[in-house]
């Protein structure tokens, strides 16, 4: 895709210069949309007695140099241009190392990197030193917005189990792209919960609910490593006072566990399983008569 702008040929006695914009996404606000940096550009490179002969872009993160528009811009300063002008410093780069690289290139190739809001001569040691100062504060902003972003990500997935993909049990997705409570699942974690409290393990829970029906997450078998994540979730959200008014169990140390029940046959209804069967009191098996020794009565 050319995302060059061919705008006039300069005559032989101007110089000639390319211009260069960048935005993150197609709906940036209006202060730095493309349109806005080249209008901007143009009248910058007009009051400086530049020719501009073309306009490169490009359409996303300034975190590195791999982009098409900026090869494009970089090719037509080593050949047809003499300067290249961007609006701002992070809107060549947003990365401290590749923006001095870029400098130091041009310098070494006689030509010019400038910018429209810092009007100072790159080539001095001033100049170099307050873009350079200006670069790290436009990694510094990018690094704090990744930081930012992965921190919410991580305070979602802690509340919801849930940043992206697939959400935990318990909750399901709306049309707006967030998350509720899932009202037959939350029956279910309740009755975990209260197992749990009764000193039931994993493969216990997994294996009663696997017997009666419920239906998982995906539709496929009930296993101890699921019951281990619904039951790591409920402390988590204790621990951190968070979420939709879950609390974890309190866990009963005991070496005696309580083995669960066959609840009988079948039934293919599990909506009736989970809202009428799991009210019903567990009922704790008959403790076995111990061995008969020797024939002894």
Not at 31 to 51: D, P, Y
Not at 196 to 212: C, F, N, V
Not at 219 to 231: D, L
């Amino acid at each position: 895709m050319d995302r060059t702008r061919t705008l006039q040929k300069a005559p032989e006695s101007h110089v000639n210069a390319v211009g260069y914009g960048r935005v993150s996404t197609d709906d940036q606000e209006a202060n730095t949309s493309l349109e806005t940096q080249r209008k901007a550009i143009k009248q910058w490179c007009a009051s400086h007695s530049l020719v501009l002969i073309g306009f490169c872009y490009d359409t996303e993160s300034g975190s590195d140099v791999d982009r098409e528009g900026l090869e494009q811009a970089l090719k037509l300063l080593g050949t047809e241009a003499d300067q290249l002008i961007s609006l701002r410093v992070d809107r060549l780069s947003r990365n401290a190392k590749d923006l001095l690289t870029l400098l130091d290139w041009a310098r070494e190739n006689e030509k010019r990197i400038r910018f429209c809001e810092l009007d100072i001569d790159e080539r001095e040691p001033s100049g170099r030193m307050i873009i350079a100062i200006t670069g790290a504060t436009a990694q510094y902003e990018l690094d704090m917005i990744h930081k930012r972003t992965d921190e919410g990500r991580k305070a979602k997935q802690l509340v919801f189990g849930y940043a992206a993909g697939a959400p935990a049990f318990g909750m399901r997705p709306t049309s707006e792209k967030e998350l509720e409570l899932d009202a037959a699942e939350q029956m279910v974690i309740r009755i975990v919960e209260n197992l749990r409290r009764k000193g039931w393990t994993y493969r216990d829970i997994a294996a009663k609910l696997e017997r009666d029906q419920v239906p998982t997450k995906r539709g496929g078998k009930w296993r101890h490593s699921t019951v281990h994540k619904i039951c790591e979730r409920l402390e988590s959200v204790k621990k951190q006072k968070l979420g939709p008014g879950l609390s974890a169990p309190k866990m009963i140390k005991s070496s005696k566990v309580t083995k669960p029940k066959p609840m009988g046959a079948k039934n293919n209804d599990t909506t009736r399983k989970v809202n009428e069967v799991y009210k019903k009191k567990t009922v704790k098996p008959k403790k076995a008569s111990p061995n008969k020794k020797n024939g002894s009565p």
